[in-house]
T-cell receptor, first 113, second 115 residues
Framework: DTAVSQTPKYLVTQMGNDKSIKCEQNLGHDTMYWYKQDSKKFLKIMFSYNNKELIINETVPNRFSPKSPDKAHLNLHINSLELGDSAVYFC????????????FGPGTRLTVT | AQTVTQSQPEMSVQEAETVTLSCTYDTSENNYYLFWYKQPPSRQMILVIRQEAYKQQNATENRFSVNFQKAAKSFSLKISDSQLGDTAMYFCAFMTARYGSRLTFGEGTQLTVNP
């Protein structure tokens, strides 16, 4: 049973396209996150949602838009993809009462050509 | 702003030996958590160990232990009896509830365990 799942695991697309990455967690958590890992392996928070409400919105281009249809899902939509968007994107989740336990998905490697 | 620094980009150790990975952080908070995550080639992020800042006792998980020095803002990871499966990128991370419980990561240390 996968706790935090992401689809797709690999995504190759051309500049200018629009793409989405989906994340689902079956842990009953109420908080979900998106992190970006760049080519140098540096990980940085992008967004966080608690009970479908945005609570963290880092300095991320407007082309990135998270959407949380319910507590178990947090999708990431990216418009007008650029070469610099190539990275691994990780979804994570936690329970508000124990936010120190974040569970990560397997990551989605996005390659923009 | 919280910052986390790992000054060792790469380290190597012989199988069965002990290795220590360094991490320092900067914060004005008093209540926070510190973590070590492991990322093997599979790229899955795996929590290795966690330390609550209010606890003086250093956390231990089997072969993994930390040396938490709150005043010095230092949080090192010791891996005993290193195994080939320990080969991975290791990230030190910081969290405080004040900033939405985001994890702030260091740059990572690539550890290679040699047979």
């Amino acid at each position: 049973d996968t706790a935090v799942s992401q689809t797709p695991k690999y995504l190759v697309t051309q500049m200018g396209n629009d793409k989405s990455i989906k994340c689902e967690q079956n842990l009953g958590h109420d908080t979900m996150y998106w992190y970006k890992q760049d080519s140098k392996k540096f990980l940085k928070i992008m967004f966080s949602y608690n009970n479908k409400e945005l609570i963290i919105n880092e300095t991320v281009p407007n082309r990135f838009s998270p959407k949380s249809p319910d507590k178990a899902h947090l999708n990431l939509h990216i418009n007008s993809l650029e070469l610099g968007d190539s990275a691994v994107y990780f979804c994570a989740s936690s329970q508000e009462q124990s936010r120190y336990e974040q569970y990560f998905g397997p990551g989605t490697r996005l390659t923009v050509t | 702003a919280q910052t986390v620094t790992q000054s060792q980009p790469e380290m190597s150790v012989q199988e069965a030996e002990t290795v220590t990975l360094s991490c320092t952080y900067d914060t004005s908070e008093n209540n926070y958590y510190l973590f070590w995550y492991k990322q093997p080639p599979s790229r899955q992020m795996i929590l290795v160990i966690r330390q609550e800042a209010y606890k003086q006792q250093n956390a231990t998980e089997n072969r993994f232990s930390v040396n938490f020095q709150k005043a010095a803002k230092s949080f090192s990871l010791k891996i005993s009896d290193s195994q080939l499966g320990d080969t991975a990128m290791y990230f030190c991370a910081f969290m405080t509830a004040r900033y939405g419980s985001r994890l702030t990561f260091g740059e990572g240390t690539q550890l290679t365990v040699n047979p």
